[in-house]
């Protein structure tokens, strides 16, 4: 079973800048993704950034250019660093390991087919 746990949530002025983590553990080192999620109550949850093996790298176009993905496999660790925040970003954010999934075409879109294991998720709150 893989498990994640996240940190480095919490408040931020406008313009201001957080680093999530995520270790994993329990995984494979197979076909596998590593993404982040944010929701707002009332909405449904929507993956905002994800990383294949190879490296690649998708971004929604609603943080692409202001968060970056990146992993450190020596310490099983996904991060995501988040710049330039706008009180819109405020979110739960939610750290996902995702089977048998790939980025293609230079990170134009991902794919998966297989199970979503979730973090418990970390808040974070910008504000104006």
């Known amino acids: 079973q893989v498990q994640l746990v996240e940190s480095g949530g919490g408040s931020v002025q406008s313009g201001g800048s957080l680093r999530l983590s995520c270790v994993a553990s329990g995984y494979t080192y197979g076909r596998r993704c590593m993404a982040w999620f944010r929701q707002v109550p009332g909405k449904e949850r929507t993956e905002i950034t994800v990383t294949d093996t190879s490296g690649a790298t998708w971004y929604a176009s609603s943080v692409k250019g202001r968060f970056t993905i990146s992993q450190d496999t020596a310490k099983s660790t996904v991060y995501l660093q988040a710049n330039s925040l706008k009180p819109e970003d405020t979110a739960m954010y939610y750290c996902?390991?995702?089977?048998?999934?790939?980025?293609?075409?230079?990170?134009?879109?991902?794919?998966?087919?297989?199970?979503?294991?979730w973090g418990q998720g970390t808040q974070v709150t910008v504000s104006s």
């Open positions: 996902a390991f995702l089977e048998n999934c790939a980025v293609y075409r230079g990170g134009a879109y991902y794919e998966r087919s297989g199970l979503v294991y």
